[in-house]
């Protein structure tokens, strides 16, 4: 089971990773945040397997707020915008779902997850 929280200032794009989530079964989507800093202290108490983040939004760019966590968990940036993609990759980022997301997409995405976690988890035992 992925454990996973979601960041985007948009509540209806929120409301669309819940519904995908719910479709997921690896996936638990612990929590949804509309402001970086919320979601920053939930992550300093409670380390998440996984964060789907937007990029642009009011208060912080989701490139810098991801650099700025301290135990990074994995990331798939969700956007609107294509120009940020060499940004998410140089942070490692697991996938780069371009707004509208399809579930089909987001499903190949969280695959991606969870197989890059079970790799990582079978390095640790």
């Known amino acids: 089971m992925i454990n996973c929280i979601a960041l985007d200032?948009?509540?209806?794009?929120?409301?669309i990773i819940k519904v995908y989530c719910e479709k997921t079964p690896s996936l638990n989507l612990v929590k949804v945040f509309t402001q970086?800093?919320?979601a920053k202290k939930y992550l300093r108490k409670?380390?998440?397997?996984?964060?789907?983040?937007d990029i642009q939004m009011p208060d912080v760019n989701g490139v810098?707020?991801?650099k700025s966590i301290v135990r990074k968990?994995?990331?798939?940036?969700?956007t609107a915008h294509l120009k940020y993609a060499?940004?998410?990759?140089e942070v490692s980022a697991i996938d780069y779902l371009i707004k509208p997301i399809n579930l089909e997409r987001f499903t190949?995405?969280?695959?991606?997850a969870l197989n890059t976690l079970n790799t990582k988890r079978n390095h640790h035992s």
């Open 46 to 53: 409670y380390p998440v397997d996984l964060l789907f983040l």
């Open 86 to 89: 060499v940004e998410a990759f």
């Open 64 to 66: 810098d707020f991801y």
């Open 108 to 112: 190949e995405a969280c695959t991606k």
């Open 73 to 78: 968990p994995l990331v798939i940036f969700t």
């Open 9 to 15: 200032d948009e509540p209806i794009a929120l409301e």
């Open 36 to 38: 970086a800093s919320k």
